[in-house]
């Protein structure tokens, strides 16, 4: 109660009200968006694989249907407390179309819910399983909610499906603890409903199941529970019913969608199983995992003194480590787009916990247990910071590095936000490689000084054209920028924007992205400097459609250019 409490406040703060005091309309958002859709679709518009499309989260069949590319899970989670605020919609005669305030906040709810589900379902895990007592589990709870990033997204980003995978991955793992110790198969038919679920949630999250072997003593133990209670037709027929119950509906919105039973709604999107980014992965500034999850920097040490003292125990989990990471990091996007760290492991927490408080529980007293406890508790001043500095654009979304990390590190003041500009998007899932569909060149030979020159002159280089045919069947478009730049008076270029403007053939909308040039708040004087900036969109653009492609130097302001190229790259 006590933390849900101080998490409500959090939430009221940062997400319902926020410095704009509309921040709520945010609840939904982003690739939230995508999971939640089903909800308006099937039970308010009716449109359900006739929707208006969203590149958010629509990709096009052959035939040109629209599929929502995630499953359905979250969801279905949500779905009780979308019927709560439906309801309330409708006897006080608020909106009711999905997205009003009463939705926004009953999404935060559920996020809040099935956190704290969670969180219960750990402490029981603590409490059955290791024996501890109420000051081990506050202390261990406590680092966990407030020193990991989970807490960030049931504040920031409820609508994700990190929360709900997190929840369910935790009752799983507990319900399979509950299986092995019970006679009778009652907790196993729970597992295997609980595993389908989590598939339909995030598949690539059946990976847990590679965890388990981790909750044995030796291998022996491992297989003769295998060969005893799940080897059996008694239990394998009616689990592998219970398993499908969850998955059978997605089959049926595949269907009704694709007009296919199976369909692979990622596409566009793979994996490259051939070139994982492992160590970026775990320890890059841009988006590493042990960077900023540093709590879990507490597996690295305690793995020696924990293979001493039960080798198969700590080899699974190295092994499931190993795995999981070896395939989150082979996606072509391989630091998950721009929210806060590395996402995806988050939703395996509970794991990585389970697998520290048995290092806690084994090591007892020795220095490298108290030390890391330690750490674990100075991590949580430190995630709060990290949160917050994601939050009001401290940490650059998807292009911080180590000099930048060392810049702003533990800085939470005002003139800290936004003070760096550039992009680095990782080009699209590309297996046969990319083909250029507009390539500029622009070295400015004509010019006076063999240069473009910026100032007094608000639009300097401005490049328009109108899309061809090639760019209809493209799903991503990749924008490369590249030129040299010279700064020649302090503070200069702090208000140049390289701007991405797509129209269609109305002269509406379609993307607007401003990208601030200067990369940092301090840059060299009066040397040249080579510059690049990648930004990586779902293409809105067909046939007629205009691209513009320009430097707004909103200030005015003097700096050189020189040597420009611009490519517009997508799948071949």
Known sequence: MVVAIILTGMINSYRWKGETGEAWKECIKSDGK?????L???FI???????????????????????????????LMQ?????????????????????????????????????LAGIFILSRIIRDVFAGGYAFTFIALSAFIFGTPLIYYVIIYPSFSHIYSFFLITLALFLFLKWKESPGDKYGFWFAAIAGLIIITRPVNILFVCFLPVTFSNAEECINWLRKDVLRLKFLIPASLLFSIAILPQ???????????????????GFYFNDPHFVDFLFSFKKGFFIYAPAFLALIPL??????????????????????????SSWYCWYYSDAFGMRPMMDFYSLFAFFILWQFIQLRESAMNFLSGIWIILCIPLNLIFSYQHHVGIFHPNNMNAQKFAMVFLKTGDEYRNIFGGTSDNAPYAPNGLKTLIHIENHFDALPDGALNTKDNEFPCSNSMVADSSFSSAEKIWIQIHFKKKITSPG????????VHFLNKNDSTLLYQGIPVKEY??????????????????????????LGLYFWNRSREELLIDDLDIKVDCPK
């Open 303 to 328: 793995l020696l003194p924990a293979f001493l003292k039960n080798q198969f125990r700590t080899l699974s989990f190295l092994l499931f480590f190993i795995l999981l990471t070896y395939i989150l």
């Open 34 to 38: 995508g999971y939640y859709a089903y």
């Open 45 to 75: 518009r009716g449109d359900f694989g006739n929707e208006k499309e969203n590149l958010l989260f629509h990709v096009k069949t052959e035939e040109g249907r629209k599929v929502n590319k995630y499953t359905y899970g979250t969801a």
């Open 251 to 269: 089959l049926l919105f595949w269907k009704i969608q694709s007009g296919h039973f199976f369909y692979w709604s990622y596409k566009g999107e």
């Open 492 to 499: 200069d270029g702090k208000d140049l924007l390289f701007v």
């Open 40 to 42: 308006p679709s099937i």
């Open 79 to 115: 779905a009780p407390f979308f019927a709560f605020a439906h309801v309330y919609c409708l006897v006080t005669g608020t909106t009711a179309d999905g997205f009003s305030a009463p939705y926004q906040y009953a999404i935060s709810f559920a996020a809040l819910f099935y956190f």
């Open 521 to 546: 708040p301090q840059e060299e004087i009066g040397i040249w400097q080579q510059h690049e900036m990648t930004l990586l969109v779902a293409n809105p653009l067909q046939a007629g459609d205009e």
